[in-house]
């Protein structure tokens, strides 16, 4: 069964730091895109970073300077770093990936969504 597992979420006092980790498992070719995403309560889901499978990193106006996405496609992990956290980045946050099965097509999945909160 191919999942998408996080973990990491917690709660941090503003001004602190958290690390999400996103483990992808199962009958997997290959990952192509990664990304955390997170929603707020009442609020739409919103795209915080991305990583291609080359590397190369986008991230949402909010989180730069502040948060660092990475992956290892050896243990097909995606990792956000994030420092400074802000009240306003207390939101469940979500993995998402493109997997190649064998099949050899692109499938989406996402992750079960970790919470962070950011309170004192």
């Known amino acids: 069964q191919v999942q998408l597992v996080e973990s990491g979420g917690g709660l941090v006092q503003p001004g602190g730091s958290l690390r999400l980790s996103c483990a992808a498992s199962?009958?997997?070719?290959?990952?192509?895109?990664m990304g955390w995403y997170r929603q707020a309560p009442g609020k739409q889901r919103e795209a915080v970073a991305v990583?291609?499978?080359?590397?190369?990193?986008n991230y949402a106006d909010s989180a730069k300077g502040r948060f660092t996405i990475a992956r290892d496609n050896a243990k097909n992990t995606v990792y956000l770093q994030m420092h400074s956290l802000k009240p306003e980045d207390a939101a469940v946050y979500y993995c998402?990936?493109?997997?190649?099965?064998?099949?050899?097509?692109?499938?989406?999945?996402w992750g079960q969504g970790t919470q962070v909160t950011v309170s004192s």
């Open positions: 990583i291609t499978s080359g590397g190369s990193t």
């Open positions: 199962g009958n997997i070719l290959s990952i192509n895109a």
């Open positions: 998402n990936a493109g997997l190649v099965q064998p099949d050899r097509y692109q499938y989406d999945y």
